[in-house]
């Protein structure tokens, strides 16, 4: 948790200094109910609400500009906490179209966080990064946070384990 607050704070504090960085946080949806298989847009668990409000505590110190959430319960749960902590309301976007040079204008100099699914947080990642770096997230898994730092057409990331 201290390494975690350690990397927070310096992607924090390097935002707040240069106008011209834009800072992704990237995480997957919480745990999803996955007692109806019919259901295509399940809500989050108890445990999956526990971890979106985990998800804001952690992120207590970052100053986001925006909230992203694709357009299901699972993800826009998840995100609401968070937004909610920040004033902000989550903003939809279409994991098809994910990186748009409409999306990069808007986020451009900003700090964004991104909540997405298992198979599109990496590839969104992947995208901004310009490079097939991580694989698609195991399905058991709810805890990784990418962060992507821009600063003009350099790219730095990391991947960090939050359980």
Not at 1 to 26: D, E
Not at 95 to 117: C, E, P, W
Request: charged share 20%; glycine share 2%; hydrophobic share 35%.
């Amino acid at each position: 948790m201290k390494k975690l607050i350690v990397v927070l704070l310096f992607f924090f504090s390097l935002n707040s200094y240069a106008q011209s960085i834009t800072t992704y946080y990237f995480i997957r949806h919480a745990e999803k109910n996955r007692s109806d298989l019919s259901n295509s847009n399940p809500n989050l668990t108890p445990k999956g609400y526990q971890r979106a409000i985990k998800w804001s505590n952690i992120f207590r110190e970052v100053s986001f500009d925006a909230v992203y959430s694709t357009d299901f319960s699972r993800t826009i749960q998840t995100a609401i906490p968070t937004a909610n902590s920040k004033d902000l309301k989550p903003l939809i976007y279409d994991a098809n179209d994910r990186y748009s040079l409409q999306f990069q204008k808007k986020t451009m100099g900003k700090t964004i966080l991104i909540v997405g699914h298992s198979n599109t947080i990496p590839q969104f990642v992947n995208t901004v990064l310009k490079e097939d770096r991580y694989p698609q997230i195991e399905d058991n898994n709810n805890s990784n946070l990418y962060i992507v730092t821009l600063l003009g057409d350099k790219a730095n990331s990391v991947l960090l384990k939050i359980d």
